[in-house]
């Protein structure tokens, strides 16, 4: 299980409300990863991060923001929520690029 | 760009027959290729990687340069075996590119 753990595991909230989701790691991976899943697009990365402080975008950034000021913290805010963000949010970390990722449990996000 | 295409979003075969889940993907690179799979409402776990070329739970996945392909193969089917599997490429910058997912359903 690598020793993830998100949280919230589900969380409904109404539309233009911030939502910050919380991964957390025991195992001292470099990277760590936020996914969106949802019907028909499979897994789609959000944000990544290859250290503290540091951070990129993936394919579907927009709306989303990201923050890791210690190694074992991922944190991935929505600024002001909207419905098409409803979704089940993964976190996963890894290493290096010859190692596979390991997931979190999810978050079922509602946004109403 | 890295991309990984899986064909099939919904692939259901008998209990007890072949099952292959097809996955092709697209890098300059020399890829690093796993396949996950996610029971239902539970995590994502990785099956296989190429590299290490073992069998895990009956499932086989061959390498093909040649084809860009890495399918996932079980030669007999089990209802247990019903479940979302993601083939995955995996970058030097440590980011992976996952295809859309093929569910699987082996019926009784």
């Known amino acids: 299980d690598a020793g993830i753990t998100q949280s919230p595991r589900h969380k409904v909230t109404e539309t233009g409300t911030p939502v910050t989701l919380r991964c957390h790691q025991t195992?001292?991976?470099?990277?760590m990863y936020w996914y969106r899943q949802d019907p028909g697009h499979g897994l789609r990365l959000i944000h990544y991060s290859y250290g503290v402080k540091d951070t990129d975008k993936g394919e579907v950034s927009d709306g989303y923001s990201v923050s890791r000021s210690k190694t074992e913290d991922f944190l991935l805010t929505l600024e002001s929520a909207t419905s098409s963000q409803t979704s089940v949010y993964f976190c996963a970390t890894g290493g290096d690029s010859n190692q596979p990722q390991h997931f979190g449990d999810g978050t079922r996000l509602s946004i109403l | 760009a890295q991309r990984v295409t899986q064909p099939e979003k919904l692939l259901s075969v008998f209990k007890g027959a072949p099952v292959e889940l097809k996955c092709n993907y697209s890098y300059s690179g020399s890829p690093e290729l796993f396949w996950y799979v996610q029971y239902s409402r539970q995590r994502l776990q990785l099956l296989l990687r190429h590299i290490s070329r073992e069998s895990i739970k009956g499932f086989t996945a061959d390498l093909n340069k040649g084809e860009t392909s890495f399918h996932l193969k079980k030669p007999f089917a089990q209802e247990e075996d019903s479940a979302m599997y993601y083939c995955a490429l995996n970058t030097n910058a440590g980011k992976s590119t996952f295809g859309d997912g093929t569910t699987l359903t082996v019926k009784p």
């Open positions: 195992e001292n991976h470099r990277y």
